[in-house]
């Protein structure tokens, strides 16, 4: 498998997560979706990342989509209870980080792509006060001693990447006292081997701007 796309999209760094939790063997394929657009392009048509490239040339799109399809490889062991209000729970749980993770990015991208004379103020302030609102909302329904109880699910990945890439490029929604179980989450979470073997290298950083 070839696993497209840098660590700094979180959505691919959950991805490689999974990966190295499954023991799924991966190479990776890092050209830059703003640097390298054309070739990206040439696999994944929407020039998104991540995208996965299996051993048969097949190509899979979407996060959420490739790590359906990792979970049923590994059927039992998958990060992702089988059925049932611990599903729906983590489910919901890695929707909400997720969703809180886009409005996020909205902030970033518009900050990054636009001058200030051209930003809207109003998009701005729409999604900044959507993601503090998820962060919100993830502390309150957060569990222990992980997100969902007591083992690890896709949430908590989730909730770790969303926690890194607002430290790193958004760190004005994030609260250190009203967030604290989440910072901490996040703190335990990248302790662990899985997370640890998908650290950013230093290549992998968008621009600040």
């Not at 070839?2 to 063997?25: E, K, M």
């Not at 020039?47 to 899979?60: F, K, N, Q, S």
């Not at 604290?180 to 335990?188: E, K, R, T």
């Amino acid at each position: 498998m070839i696993l497209v796309g840098q660590y700094d999209s979180p959505v691919t760094r959950r991805v490689a997560i999974a990966l190295h939790h499954y023991g799924i063997p991966f190479a990776r394929d890092t050209r830059s979706v703003f640097s390298e657009a054309a070739a990206v392009r040439t696999i994944s048509p929407l020039t998104r990342i991540p995208a996965l490239v299996l051993d048969d040339g097949e190509v899979l799109i979407d996060s959420a989509a490739i790590l359906d399809h990792l979970d049923e490889l590994v059927a039992d062991a998958a990060l992702m209870p089988a059925s049932g209000p611990a599903r729906r729970r983590a489910l919901q749980m890695t929707a909400l980080a997720q969703g809180t993770l886009e409005k996020a990015g909205a902030v970033v991208y518009e900050r990054h792509f636009h001058p200030v004379e051209a930003r809207s103020a109003v998009w701005l302030d729409r999604c900044l006060g959507q993601a503090r609102s998820g962060l919100d909302e993830l502390a309150r329904r957060l569990a222990t001693p992980y997100a969902c109880g007591a083992t690890l699910t896709h949430a908590d990945v989730m909730i770790t990447v969303l926690i890194r890439y607002v430290q790193d490029r958004l760190h004005e929604v994030l609260a250190p006292t009203a967030h604290a179980a989440l910072i901490n989450l996040a703190q335990h979470c990248e302790a662990l081997p899985a997370f640890r073997a998908a650290a950013l290298s230093d290549f992998e950083q968008m621009p600040q701007g």
